[in-house]
């Protein structure tokens, strides 16, 4: 698959910013990414926009969609 990290952290980010949580977006990326595809994200996230992927992710979820969501990061 022809990923960008980039695009998918910049993605991510604007999914996650200001009041509520577009959740297609995060399952999108989350869910059909490879786990070690989603440490590059991670990496890209923290280097544009100096703030932790996992730590955004778990602010704006909650309960069982938290563990599986911040799990798929990690």
């Known amino acids: 698959p022809e990923w960008n990290a980039t695009k ?7 999914a ?6 577009n ?6 990326i989350l869910g059909c990414r490879e786990r070690n595809y989603l440490q590059l994200v991670r990496a ?4 544009n926009h100096k703030k932790d992927m996992l730590k955004e992710i778990a602010s704006e979820t ?3 969609y938290k563990e599986v969501a911040t799990g798929l990061c990690m």
């Open 16 to 21: 996650m910013k200001g009041i509520g949580t």
């Open 8 to 14: 998918d952290a910049d993605e991510l980010f604007r």
């Open 44 to 47: 890209e996230f923290q280097k």
């Open 23 to 28: 959740d297609k977006v995060l399952v999108a």
């Open 62 to 64: 909650s309960f069982s």
